[in-house]
């Protein structure tokens, strides 16, 4: 009734690779295409993943951060 499981990975997870889904003529099919696998010229020489870069140095979001509370405790102190 029960038989041993098989080995290997099944519907192809080894073999997957996004440049393969980016000359693939049913490319839309795959969910988060246009940003792992983008094609045309649009995308040439652009940061595509630039929302998710992160450019601030730790020291000026503490700055930030210090602005921020600064500004609170002033209008909780114009409130009070």
């Known amino acids: 009734m029960f038989e041993p499981i098989r080995g290997g ?11 393969d889904v980016s000359a693939d003529k049913d490319r839309e099919n795959y969910l988060g295409h246009s940003i ?5 010229r649009w995308q040439k020489n652009k940061d595509i ?3 998710n870069r992160d450019k601030r140095t730790d020291a000026e979001k503490e700055e ?11 209008a909780l102190a114009a409130a009070l």
Request: charged share 35%; glycine share 10%; no cysteine.
């Open 9 to 19: 990975t099944r519907g192809g997870q080894a073999e997957f690779k996004w440049s």
């Open 64 to 74: 930030e951060i210090r602005k921020i509370k600064e500004a609170e405790a002033e």
């Open 36 to 40: 792992n696998a983008p094609t045309g």
């Open 49 to 51: 993943h630039w929302y």
